[in-house]
Every structure is written in structure tokens, then in C-alpha cells.
């Protein structure tokens, strides 16, 4: 791809992950984290967990998104990791909302939920195609050694779980 076409779809791609720093903020600000506009039959555990989730969203992520936008529209690579993660949570977090309740009567939310879920997964994929392995950083013989050590320590409890739930079967 040349650098001009690159450089229309950077633009491309951050004004998409403003919209959707947008979106997370003004469905964090809708919800009951702040306002209580937008209400979910949920049980009170389960509310609980979705004042936390909108918490995280309005302070870490929309913030992020932002941040991600900036490196993004100046094609570099740290902003295209940086859409990655930030539409996998959008996506991750809205496909809940959008198959997750058992809404009695339908609600207008929904349908922003819907809307960043596929704008989230547009940006996943182009992020993803922007993302050039020999551009970035490398790893020093220290970061080696404690990626491997956070390797091992991951696999021990990933095994030691499953033999708990396995166990209890």
C-alpha cells in the first residue's frame, strides 16, 4: 500500500476511534455510573459489576482512545496496538450488553451498543492491518527473561485451574 493511501486510512482509523472514545464515554455518562439514564434489568450484583464497568470505561478507556487516535493519526505504531486492545474491550464488552439481558421490552440503547460493537470491529481490523512486526520494539535479554518467567507463572496457574474445576467434576 502506498503512503498516501495509508495515510487516508490512518485518518480514517482515528477519527473512528474518536467516535469511539466517544461512545464508551457517553454510554459510561448514560449509565449508572453517573447519570442512571439508561437503566438494565439486572440483579443488584450484577448492576454493581456494570457501575464498575462504566467506572473503567469513563476513566481508563475513553482516555485511551483518545491517546490512540493522537499515534494513530500520525501512523505510528503504538496507536495501532493501542486501537487493538481498545476495540477488542469495546467489542467484548458491548456484544454483553447487546446478547447478555433479557430485556422485556425493547430499548433505544441498544441500539448504540449495536453501533459501537461494529464500529469496533471495523477498527480492529484495520489496527490490525497497520500493524507492521519489523517496526516494532524489540525485546533486550531482561525483557526476554521476564516475559518468559510471566510465560511459565501464566501456564502453572492456567493448569492448576483447570485441575481445580476438573477435580470438582
Same mark, same amino acid.
Given at each position: 500500500?502506498?503512503?498516501?493511501?495509508?495515510?487516508? !486510512?490512518?485518518?480514517?482509523?482515528?477519527? +473512528? $476511534?474518536?467516535? $469511539? @472514545?466517544?461512545?464508551?464515554?457517553?454510554?459510561s455518562i448514560l449509565g449508572p455510573f453517573v447519570s442512571g439514564v439508561v437503566t438494565y434489568p439486572f440483579s443488584e450484583s450484577v448492576r454493581n459489576m456494570?457501575?464498575?464497568l462504566d467506572a473503567v470505561s469513563l476513566i481508563l478507556v475513553a482516555p485511551i482512545g483518545v491517546l490512540a487516535t493522537r499515534y494513530v493519526h500520525r501512523g505510528k505504531q503504538?496507536? &495501532?496496538? @493501542?486501537?487493538l486492545s481498545l476495540s477488542t474491550y469495546?467489542?467484548?464488552?458491548f456484544v454483553q450488553f447487546i446478547m447478555g439481558p433479557q430485556y422485556i421490552e425493547y430499548s433505544p440503547i441498544v441500539l448504540l451498543h449495536l453501533a459501537l460493537f461494529i464500529l469496533s470491529g471495523f477498527i480492529l481490523l484495520n489496527a490490525w492491518q497497520r500493524i507492521k512486526g519489523n517496526e $516494532?520494539?524489540? &525485546?533486550?535479554?531482561?525483557? !526476554?527473561?521476564? +516475559?518468559?518467567?510471566?510465560?511459565?507463572s501464566s501456564k502453572k496457574i492456567a493448569k492448576g485451574s483447570i485441575e481445580a474445576v476438573t477435580s470438582t467434576l
Open positions: 500500500m502506498d503512503d498516501n493511501m495509508n495515510e487516508k !486510512n490512518d485518518k480514517r482509523l482515528a477519527l +473512528s $476511534l474518536i467516535v $469511539l @472514545a466517544i461512545g464508551i464515554a457517553a454510554n456494570t457501575i464498575g503504538t496507536g &495501532f496496538i @493501542a486501537a469495546a467489542m467484548y464488552t $516494532l520494539p524489540h &525485546f533486550n535479554r531482561r525483557k !526476554n527473561k521476564i +516475559s518468559a518467567i510471566v510465560d511459565r
